[in-house]
T-cell receptor
């Protein structure tokens, strides 16, 4: 079975400050990990994904995430946030095959001017 | 660019009406999903399909039903809408037997009055 835990439901941060959104996963097999962003009244948009290879993954809008197998984590980071980054962020895991994509409960990022 | 479409984007309807939310994708994906999401809240999987003539209930019990007669089409139906069905409904799809991301539509915001 696979599962995802997002440790923070809300993260307020000042504009131009760095931010980290935390995600931990559990899986009995190889994992494939994703971060999505959702703006108000929109669907989810893929930010980045880890399938294999380098554990540091770069995505769109200046975000990056690091896969840490020993800590079963896939935290999302951005060195300097903008007002436009205010949104909800979802971490997701997929073991491949016939598994469904499993989402975390989401983290609301609020960027304060 | 993902090609998955949901109609309508917004729907306000009276109690007791029958409604169908449409979802279509042009990517040839076998897996399709319906999620229910209250504003600012987590995603709840209510239905998924592995392919034509395959539908299963998701993690959250729902009074809605789905059908999958064609690969590209995965409509969701509510036989008798109630105010408790007011929510956002997100459709997604992903390729079979591969560890890749799910692609999302823009969502349908349903309000039952």
């Amino acid at each position: 079975a696979q599962s995802v835990t997002q440790l923070d439901s809300q993260v307020p941060v000042f504009e131009e400050a760095p931010v980290e959104l935390r995600c931990n996963y559990s899986s009995s097999v190889s994992v494939y990990l994703f971060w999505y962003v959702q703006y108000p009244n929109q669907g989810l948009q893929l930010l980045l994904k880890y399938l294999s290879g380098s554990t540091l993954v770069k995505g769109i809008n200046g975000f990056e995430a690091e896969f840490n197998k020993s800590q079963t984590s896939f935290h999302l980071r951005k060195p300097s946030v903008h007002i436009s980054d205010t949104a909800e962020y979802f971490c997701a895991v997929n073991n491949g095959g016939y598994q469904k994509v499993t989402f975390g409960t989401g983290t609301k990022l609020q960027v304060i001017p | 660019e993902a090609d998955i479409y949901q109609t309508p984007r917004y729907l306000v309807i009276g109690t007791g009406k029958k409604i169908t939310l449409e979802c279509s994708q042009t990517m040839g994906h076998d897996k399709m999903y319906w999620y229910q999401q209250d504003p600012g809240m987590e995603l709840h999987l209510i239905h998924y399909s592995y392919g034509v003539n395959s539908t299963e209930k998701g993690d959250l019990s729902s009074e809605s039903t789905v059908s999958r007669i064609r690969t590209e089409h995965f409509p969701l139906t509510l036989e008798s809408a109630r105010p408790s069905h007011t929510s956002q409904y997100l459709c997604a799809s992903s390729p079979p037997l591969s560890a890749t991301e799910a692609f999302f539509g823009q969502g349908t915001r349903l309000t039952v009055v």
